[in-house]
Structures are given as C-alpha cells and as structure tokens.
C-alpha cells in the first residue's frame, strides 16, 4: 500500500476565473522600515475585544502582551519596541469603535526579555499555548486558533486540512510562507497532528503554484511524513479556498447549511497561520507582524512585506517609495472579498494580506438590470440564488432572505463577478 494517496480529489460546484494578477510572486518577502508610530486595536478577532492590560507612559518590547481576553477572543502584543502613548476607545478610520494602544517606537525593535519557547505536554496545554500566541485565521477570517482547534464534546476530528489555494486575484504572501519556510510549514502541520490528536493532513495548493507544490512535497518526503501528510494540487477556480469548498475538494464531504467544518470531521488552518504557530513554538515570539502583499498600478515598489501590527497604510505606501499615479481605489486584502478603504490612516490588522492600490484596474462597468440569465446560480458555489437574495436585500425583505438562506452566504463575490 506504500505511495497509495490518502486523498483524491473531489469535483465543486460553480466558481469562476477572474485574472489572477499574481505579479509579486517571485518577489522574496523583506522587512518593512519600522513606524515612528503603530496604533494596535484590540478587535483583532472574532470575539469580543481585548482588554488592555498597559497603561500610558508604560515602556513595551516586541512581543509584549499589551490586551487580554476572556473566553472567546485572541490575546494581542505589542509590534514595536517603545513607549505607550494612549490607552483609549476611538473610532477607526474603517467606521468601527473599538479599544486601541497606540506606541511610539524608540527605533531599537527589541524582542521582550521574557518570552521563550513554550513547552506543552497534553492536548490542553498545547491549545493554551496556540492561545498565549495571539494566533488568528489569518488567511482572513480572524477566528482565534486556539478556540478552533477545541473540538466539541463527543465529536474528533479526523482530518487536518491546510489551505494553501490562496485564490484572491493579487495575493501573493501565502505563496511566498509555502517557498521560503516549507520546512516550518510541514514542521507546524506534524506538531498540530501529534498535538491534536488527528490522523492525517491534506495541504491543498492550487496548480497555479506548482513550485510551492512540488516544495513542500520534497520536505514532506524529506521528513519522512508521507504516511501522514498529503500535499494535493487542486484545479486552479475561484473561491476554491473557500472553507466548504476545500473541503469538499480534499475530502468530499459536504459542511452541513449552517454547519462546521467539525460536523464533517475537519479541522481547517491557513497555511500561513499553521508556520506562524511554529514559529511560535520554536521561538516564543507571539504574533506581531504580518506578511503582505503591497501592490497595484499605483504602488512605486510592490512586493511582499513584513508589517509590524498596527502601522497605517499611509506609512506603510510611504516606506515602499510612495505611489506612481492618483489611486481610484485603495483594497485591504483582495478585490474579491477585501475591504475598500477610504482613509489610508487606517492599522493594518492581523487578518490583512494584501493592499492593492488600484487606478486603471479599478473602473467598474455600469450596473444593468438583472435578466434571469442564471449565470450568478452556476457561480454560486454553495448552490444559492444569488439573484433571489438580491431581489430580497432591495427590497429588505428578511423573511425572503432566510429562505434564500442568506446565512450560508460566505461573500465571495462569485455572483457579482459574473
């Protein structure tokens, strides 16, 4: 039975192909001049705020816990080595309110003393420490990892799912973590196995990267993890990296309307966030930085970039030689399901992958009336009807979208495309 897949690869439904776009792919991932100043909100996750636990005046390091939380909710560290300068409740400039720690650097980026690699004997100490890390999904979704890796009473799971598809016209930092820290990706992946208690992990990637296949498959060989772990290469559609539809490539299971990946036996991780838990474990260092994609017809120098947390888009664009052309749109994340921003004085924030600052790319074609041609329902890859629900949302009809089941939407922007 030795080199028999454990996994085969299992046909989605709708999904379309927008221009990947994916230029910054062969540009090596740098470090960013620090800030003068980051401000680190304390809503990073799904879950209630954080709490902080520094005072102005305070003195912090790299890695410094600077907000708490209870129950659901991820921990936050300081980015920066410096001064606290405000503890406060603002609005930010994405219209939310929220509790924020704003440092002022002292330009040395010292690690805190304190921190040092964390040791784990059971399932529930290593769940604690992935907590202590202040690790979020940060392929976008910002659910805690601790709190998702708990499986309920009387339910296990079987499979440890790693999403390396990274289908988002633009986005290129996924990319990058699979080719130039393979080894602590597979590492992560094996520790996460051993730690959780699953039998086997599948890594999907789509076949638009198959160098990053074929990388982490002479790692996995190389460590002699073929028996546990599987990279599979996946046809390249979007949203094929979607939770539910991952899962339904890798494994052919079907996530219940409403349901959870643990409904059907699988614990999903970024691959991005599984090589940040072990990096965490090797070293210590919580999360307080984020690789991002910086690019778009506007950005002087686009590339691949660490971040520290809560430094603005403003001085981010700055420290990457400004921009070429007037900006029409500026996007935190991709143009599929980011965010468009209006005030670049925005922090960038765990969840955040990319800025694509966009001028000739960013002309939308009117909008004309919808003729029933059915191509967003072929789309959709959650078998919806995207026309129904937009039928419904106009005329704010709430009743109609619960039985559209408006609620199992994931907001892909499959429909919108088409």
Not at 76 to 84: E, N
Not at 160 to 177: A, F, W
Not at 217 to 237: F, H, L, Y
Request: with cysteine.
């Amino acid at each position: 039975m030795e080199g028999k897949p454990m996994f085969s690869l299992h046909k989605t439904r709708g999904g379309v192909h927008p221009p990947q776009c994916k230029d910054m792919r062969d540009f090596a991932c740098t470090s960013i001049t620090p800030p003068e100043r980051v401000l680190i909100p304390l809503n990073m996750h799904i879950g209630a705020p954080a709490k902080p636990v520094v005072s102005e005046g305070d003195h912090v390091y790299v890695g410094t816990l600077i907000g708490q939380v209870e129950g659901l909710g991820s921990p936050i560290h300081a980015s920066v080595s410096g001064t606290v300068t405000k503890v406060a409740t603002e609005q930010l400039p994405t219209g939310a309110t929220a509790p924020v720690v704003e440092i002022v650097s002292d330009g040395k980026m010292e690690s805190d003393p304190e921190l040092k690699a964390p040791e784990y004997r059971t399932k529930e100490e290593f769940i604690s420490c992935v907590r202590d890390s202040g690790m979020v999904g940060l392929g976008g979704a910002s659910f805690p990892t601790w709190f998702k890796m708990r499986a309920p009473e009387g339910k296990s799971f079987e499979f440890l799912v790693v999403n390396g598809m990274e289908c988002e016209p633009y986005i290129t930092s996924d990319y990058r973590q699979m080719m130039e820290h393979s080894e602590r990706v597979i590492d992560g992946v094996f520790r996460a196995l051993e730690a959780l208690e699953i039998p086997a992990a599948v890594i999907g990637v789509e076949d638009n990267k198959p160098e990053a296949i074929l990388e982490l498959q002479r790692v996995v060989k190389e460590k002699g993890r073929e028996d546990r772990i599987e990279v599979m290469s996946i046809p390249t559609k979007y949203p094929a990296g979607g939770e539910k539809v991952l899962i339904k490539a890798t494994t052919g299971r079907d996530v219940p309307a409403g349901g959870l990946p643990i409904d059907v036996g699988c614990l999903v991780v970024n691959v991005t966030t599984i090589s940040r838990v072990e990096q965490y474990f090797r070293y210590g260092m919580p999360l307080t930085c984020k690789t991002v994609t910086v690019t778009g017809d506007c950005i002087a120098k686009p590339g691949n970039y660490r971040i520290p947390i809560g430094m603005s888009v403003r001085d981010v664009i700055e420290a990457t030689g400004g921009m070429v052309k007037e900006p029409k749109k500026i996007i935190m994340g991709g143009p599929m399901m980011g965010r468009t921003i209006t005030d670049i004085d925005c922090p960038i924030i765990k969840a955040n992958n990319a800025i694509v600052v966009l001028h000739d790319a960013a002309v939308l074609p009117d909008e004309t009336a919808c003729i029933r041609c059915g191509r967003c329902v072929r789309a959709c890859p959650l078998s919806l009807s995207p026309f129904a629900l937009d039928g419904a949302s106009r005329s704010h009809d709430v009743v109609a979208l619960d039985e559209f089941a408006v609620m199992n939407c994931m907001e892909c922007g499959s429909c919108a495309y088409v």
